[in-house]
Each structure stands twice: as structure tokens, then as C-alpha cells.
């Protein structure tokens, strides 16, 4: 964690660590509310800190099993939007979808699994999710019923593809 409170002097306070044996780096980190979300490398959970009381020592509140890679999530409207990647186990490359209104109790609401193989980025915007894929598919998903996730349409688009923003009625993917 870094002290941001007067931009001109940065300072570090402190680092986020996994509760795991072993400590691994921190790969993606997002905020809601009073909590950071955080993915760390080769971990297959996605782990919840609560940082209200002390944002410069957040404390570990919550595991959320993903059961593979996080390859990429959002957070939108109390929703965590996940890209789950290769597992080994029946939920191999999947959309996920979570509650996450009371962090310290977490539950999947519905789950999809991709058509392209290899899902790289999403974004969510106005109940759509656009996920793109590094086969070179774009996919955009309905996700106001979270718990019966539709595909609206996919599009061949850049083999590489790594980023992907709604907006507007506009996908932008580079």
C-alpha cells in the first residue's frame, strides 16, 4: 500500500498478503466500498480485505474458491464479474458471476462457459459483458439475469487481442 494522501510525496506503508503458507505475487487488485478484491499469481481464489477502518492495513476477511485462474474481473453494481481460466475440473473457462453486497458472504449467482477458448479481458457496462479472446473473439454476454447468462452475439475480430471497453452502444478492443 502506498500513502497517495499528498500526491507530490508518495510513501509506502505497507503490502497486501495472501493468507496462504506461502506468499506469491499480488497480480490484480480492485476496490468496492470499503474492500479490496485480489488475485494473486497461480492462485485460484479470489481473496476479499477490508480496509474501512484502516485503509493503509487491510485485514483478510474472505476466500471466494474460483477453482482456476482469474484471468480478469470486474466489479459493477455489487457484482463480481470473473473470467475463470483452465482448472481441470468442470469449470474450465467460464464466465462467473458473484454477490458480493455482503463481502463477508460471497456466493456465485451463474456461470457460463466461453465458445472461444482462451478468454483475455472483460469489461461490463449496462448489463453486457464483453469479453474478448486471444483467438481473436469478441463475445458480448446479457448478464441482467445473472443467474441465467445469455450470449448475444460473437464477432471474429484481432488474433492478439488483449483489451476490451463498452461504451455507449461501442465496444472498443485493441
Same mark, same amino acid.
Given at each position: 500500500?502506498?500513502?497517495?494522501? =499528498? $500526491? !507530490?510525496?508518495?510513501?509506502?506503508?505497507?503490502?497486501?498478503?495472501?493468507?496462504?503458507?506461502?506468499?506469491?505475487?499480488?497480480?490484480?487488485?480492485?476496490?468496492?466500498?470499503?474492500?479490496?478484491?485480489?488475485?494473486?499469481?497461480?492462485?485460484?481464489?479470489? *481473496?476479499?480485505? *477490508?480496509?474501512?477502518?484502516?485503509?493503509?492495513?487491510?485485514? *483478510? &476477511?474472505?476466500?471466494?474458491?474460483?477453482?482456476?485462474?482469474?484471468?480478469?474481473?470486474?466489479?459493477?453494481? %455489487?457484482?463480481?464479474? #470473473? /473470467? =475463470?481460466?483452465?482448472?481441470?475440473?468442470?469449470?474450465?473457462?467460464?464466465?462467473?458471476?458473484?454477490?458480493? %453486497?455482503?463481502?463477508?458472504? #460471497?456466493?456465485?449467482?451463474?456461470?457460463? $462457459?466461453?465458445?472461444?477458448?482462451? $478468454? &483475455?479481458?472483460?469489461?461490463? =457496462?449496462?448489463?453486457?459483458?464483453?469479453? #474478448?479472446?486471444?483467438?481473436? +473473439?469478441?463475445?458480448?454476454?446479457?448478464?441482467?439475469?445473472?443467474?441465467?447468462?445469455?450470449? &448475444?452475439? !460473437?464477432?471474429?475480430? %484481432?488474433?492478439?487481442?488483449?483489451?476490451? +471497453? /463498452?461504451?455507449?452502444?461501442? &465496444?472498443?478492443?485493441?
Amino acid at each position: 500500500m502506498v500513502d497517495a494522501s =499528498n $500526491p !507530490s510525496t508518495l510513501q509506502y506503508v505497507n503490502s497486501i498478503s495472501t493468507p496462504l503458507a506461502v506468499n506469491i505475487s499480488l497480480s490484480t487488485i480492485k476496490s468496492e466500498g470499503d474492500y479490496l478484491f485480489a488475485s494473486f499469481a497461480n492462485a485460484h481464489n479470489l *481473496y476479499v480485505y *477490508y480496509t474501512g477502518t484502516s485503509p493503509a492495513n487491510p485485514t *483478510y &476477511v474472505a476466500t471466494i474458491p474460483t477453482y482456476g485462474w482469474n484471468l480478469d474481473f470486474k466489479i459493477d453494481n %455489487s457484482k463480481l464479474y #470473473i /473470467l =475463470n481460466s483452465w482448472t481441470g475440473l468442470a469449470d474450465d473457462y467460464k464466465l462467473k458471476i458473484y454477490d458480493i %453486497s455482503y463481502p463477508t458472504s #460471497i456466493f456465485e449467482i451463474g456461470s457460463i $462457459p466461453f465458445t472461444a477458448a482462451t $478468454p &483475455v479481458k472483460l469489461d461490463v =457496462n449496462n448489463n453486457i459483458a464483453a469479453v #474478448i479472446h486471444d483467438e481473436g +473473439v469478441l463475445e458480448l454476454y446479457d448478464v441482467s439475469n445473472p443467474a441465467a447468462i445469455n450470449l &448475444v452475439s !460473437s464477432l471474429p475480430v %484481432s488474433v492478439g487481442a488483449t483489451s476490451v +471497453v /463498452l461504451m455507449e452502444g461501442y &465496444v472498443a478492443v485493441s
